[in-house]
């Protein structure tokens, strides 16, 4: 087997980390992780996928060559915080970390970010990304196994911006940056932050009404006329809708936090005022925190599969919690 090109830290292995880490390893790359704190299921998943565990930041910064943070936007600033730590300890590099914050957060919390690795004085150069898109998968027709050149893989796009580039990394950094379909779009830190930003209002945004206006038709008697309206008038409109509100909620907790980002990036930025998506935040809140749907976990669904039964669970999660302040 030939030696990896480099190694690659990815925290966390979730659904995206999982995907990223399966594509990395496939296209010759080691990949590795800290997963202190997590599920015994996501350990052994990450064993079953060939992803290197670490049992501290320490090792895993002092291991890799690149860091990839793929978290809840809720954990970002934490998480960079802890490889600041790791690398202002006892141990010094002799070649820079570059880490990647792919997670979406607002441009000026990316800043903010960006600025805690000056406490680094150098050995850390940072970037600014963000994932447009579903997890990194095998397209259903590829053939042969995941690690042979006949694979194909279904990848999310990765914009990234900021005055560092991972195609300047010497040797494997074009490499890297193709398999992870990069595309730096500026110089200056939090572009690619805005980005994610404006794209996630329009996608996210939309499944918001979506939820509230199934779950309103579905307590009304009429969710079965809407979907024939949509269908007859928007059809592209309902299938983005039903798709939308199928898939959100295992999601829906990360979200909340992603759509207060949005607030604060179109108040910030756009000078719009934060009330339209704090609201957004507060849909997903109500999916996460008041109905069965927030325990959804992704490849193990149990309720919200169709669109009645998303609109069924959020009716009984609202009547529930109308009885409850009554």
């Known amino acids: 087997m030939a030696s990896p090109l ?25 990949v590795a992780t800290n997963c202190k704190g997590r599920s015994n299921d996501t350990v052994e998943r990450a064993k079953s996928a060939q992803v290197e565990i670490y049992k501290s930041d320490e090792h895993l910064a002092e291991a890799c060559d690149v ?28 070649e820079p ?7 979406a957060v607002a441009p000026s919390t990316t800043r903010s970010i960006a600025a805690l690795f000056e406490q680094t004085r150098g050995q850390v150069r940072f970037i600014d990304g963000a994932i447009i898109g579903n997890p990194p998968a095998l397209k259903p027709a590829a053939s042969g196994p995941a ?3 006949a694979a194909e893989w279904k990848v999310p796009s990765i914009p990234v911006s ?6 300047d990394i010497p040797g494997y950094g074009d490499k890297l940056s ?41 307590r009304l008697g009429v ?36 759509m207060e980002e949005i607030a604060l990036t179109f108040n910030e930025e756009g000078g719009f005022p934060q009330d339209l998506f704090r609201g957004v935040a507060n849909v997903y809140k109500t999916v996460a925190e008041d109905t069965v749907l927030g325990e959804e976990k992704v490849g193990k669904r149990k309720r919200g599969t169709d669109v009645h039964d998303m609109a069924a669970a959020m009716a009984e999660g609202l009547e529930n919690k109308r009885k409850k302040n009554d």
């Open 6 to 30: 480099a190694k690659i830290g990815v925290i966390s292995i979730g659904d995206m980390g999982m995907g990223i880490a399966k594509l990395l390893i496939a296209n010759g790359f080691s």
């Open 97 to 103: 970390l570059y880490f990647a914050d792919l997670n």
């Open 223 to 258: 969710l079965d006329e809407l979907q024939s309206e949509l269908e007859g008038f928007v059809p592209a409109h309902w299938k983005s809708a039903e798709r939308g509100v199928i898939n959100m909620a295992p999601k829906a907790y990360r979200w909340i936090r992603e």
């Open 67 to 94: 860091i990839l943070s793929v978290v809840p936007p809720r954990d970002a600033a934490a998480t960079a915080q802890r490889i600041v730590d790791a690398v202002t300890g006892p141990f010094r590099r002799s």
């Open 162 to 167: 900021g005055p560092h580039k991972i195609s």
């Open 147 to 149: 690690d042979s050149g």
């Open 178 to 218: 193709d398999t992870l379909n990069m595309r730096h779009v500026s110089d200056e830190i939090g572009v690619a932050s805005g980005l994610k930003m404006c794209f996630a209002s329009l996608t996210k945004g939309f499944t918001s009404l979506a939820i509230q206006s199934f779950t309103t038709a579905k």
